[in-house]
């Protein structure tokens, strides 16, 4: 068994045990996934929304926000273009449903049907002009449309281009662009979903109607130092730093004149304090000339909306504040006022919150659907929509929990990848996107149940197809594996361009190594998707040939493309070059990575508690492994259905511990009652019945004796 964990520093994870209250389990594991810094603590530890950043981080989202606004004003016709997986579909659901809510009357929403290519084709230009809209939204797609959009503009129609694919070096000419992955872009996060980043603009169109919006003002706080006073502002724009200034005088000893500070607070601007009078008092002891400053004290408007800070004073609050532990501003008092003040206007202004519930729900899905970084803010939003469904799911979406049996149980990303995002894309596998579409703005109880039904049966379609292919394909992949002396597989007969990524997710699953699928289209492209294991970067060996694409992108395990047909033949000699040339390091056994080794006393129900503070788990934050070296089998479970995993307890610690290893192969030695093992689990709860109980989830088991 070949496992690595990585090193940590060991001051470090005591400082992060203290600091946050952690077992020191806890802080290893967040300590070696690199997750120990204050962002990315930030968003192990908080839901709430306060902590996401602001959409007025992209570059162009003011210009989207104004020309939408308008549009919506106008009653002009805005057409709505999205992608036939489950984030286009929900990232299509998600505008059309906010639009919707703001007060757009005339709305097109369409979606690439049957063989129809992905993004913005002549055809679809055609039918958008002839629509009559005057306002194109693409989401999920659009960054790589140059020549579409720039006759969409000739004919008179705006575009903004709500993506987050990568884009190439020259743009649409669209009138706004906000893609996170687009070189200075502004935002902070690359690894949203189309969902997130379409999210990201229904929830800047709300703040656009509040007072917040556009609203400059400066936060300003002094406090005393021996002899000195310390002063610090920052100015803000849409709760945005545009600027700050930092200043420390001797008391008395300089006039007002001469400091930068009452430079930086002339800019007729409110100034936001807490305690004017105490403020106040410290300003005029800094300056021998005792200037008079125009404070505005919001203390009783914080008040109004979080009475905890009732009689308390900036200082005490610092010391008890929880978004203090993720700042880096030196005044933590300062950021403690802004903190303060954020919240409290943003719960004050309701229509922030109102009905949001439901697009962040779809933004979920969307994102683990997408396979997107379970990081930054998308464990906020993942962490947050998985309680949505949990309690309080749209109708629409009840149907679908209740046919998997998941009303009542406690949601994970996995009922998201398993179950749910599989039954939505299954429609868009059949070319009928617009199924699942119409499911999410259902109303009427027999209209769900009749789009439920149809999903389920497409479901159940598409998974015949993907064993008929499969079956089509097996030789193919076979003499493949042969050809490449057992290193690549490379499939390109007769498979359906909605099952590439099945048919290669599935072959890889049976031959261990990386594999691609190829599908041609009716329009003469090839459609590809990639899937390898971890110790194989299928973006990365992609991108050898990206000159021959016409579109890109993907993650390190699952990647695709789509290219001219005319271009087959030089990739798949180039291909070949590239597979013959892999160096050893790449044609390795993989190595298992984990997160701990645990002796015997560490062995407890306290397992899955840490569990729990790493969900949601998804893309760059997997389930936790946990190592054991030496365990007993106590009992081994008949398999009653004939398939290949293995049902086993452990004891260890005292404890007998129920597993399951999915992988299992007996070829490999059968496991008995009584043989000492090594193994590599994940802590997984198996919920039955509604009986739950702790399971082992297996990924490595070695007989030892």
Known sequence: ??????????????????????????????????????????????????????????????????????????????????????????????????????????????????????????????????????????????????????????????????????????????????????????????????????FKLCYALRFAKTPLYQSECIFFHARPGKDTVRMSAVKMVNFIVEDECSEELSIGMVPSSESRMIRFLDQNLPIIVMDREQESLLISKAFSDSPEVMLNDVRREIEAVISSVRGKSLFTLSQISRAIRYTDMEDEELATLISLFRSAMLYKNRSLNEGLDEIIALAAIGTVADLMPMRSENRLFVRRGLKILEKNAPDYLKLILSHFDLIGKSLTSRDISFYIAPLINSSGRLGRPDIALSLLFAKERCEIESLTDKLISMNKERKANTESALSNVRSEAESSLSFFLGRFVLVEKDVPRGLTGAIASRLLSETGKPTLVLAAMEDGRISASMRTRKNFNARAFLDNFSSLFQDFGGHSCAAGFSMAKENLERFKAALTDAVFSLSEDEEEEEEIVVDAELPESYMSSEIWKTKDLFEPYGQENEALRFHIRRALVSDVLPNRNGGTFLRFSISYNGEIWPAVFWDYDDEKGAVHKGDAVELVFSPEVNTYRGISRLQLNISALEIIG
């Open 1 to 198: 068994m070949k496992y690595v964990m990585n090193r940590v520093d060991a001051s470090r994870v005591r400082k992060i045990s203290m600091d946050y209250g952690l077992d020191m389990l806890s802080a290893t594991i967040l300590s070696r996934r690199g997750m120990d810094d204050k962002e990315s603590l930030k968003f192990v530890f908080e839901s709430d929304l306060v902590y996401q950043y602001s959409p007025f981080l992209f570059d162009d989202m003011e210009t989207a926000v104004e020309r939408i606004n308008d549009a919506i004003a106008e009653g002009e016709k805005i057409f709505i273009f999205g992608d036939r997986d489950v984030d286009g579909i929900t990232s299509t659901a998600i505008m059309y449903k906010e639009l919707t809510r703001l007060g757009a009357k005339d709305i097109v929403c369409r979606l690439p049907l049957n063989d129809e290519p992905y993004g913005l084709s002549a055809d679809i230009v055609s039918e958008i002009v002839d629509s009559g809209a005057t306002l194109l939204i693409t989401v999920d797609n659009g960054i790589s449309a140059i020549e579409e959009v720039r006759t969409l503009r000739d004919e008179g129609i705006d575009t903004i281009i709500v993506d987050h694919h990568i884009s190439g070096e020259t743009f649409p000419p669209s009138l706004a662009l906000i893609d996170p992955k687009i070189p200075g872009s502004g935002y902070p996060f690359d690894g949203l979903a189309g969902c997130m980043v379409a």
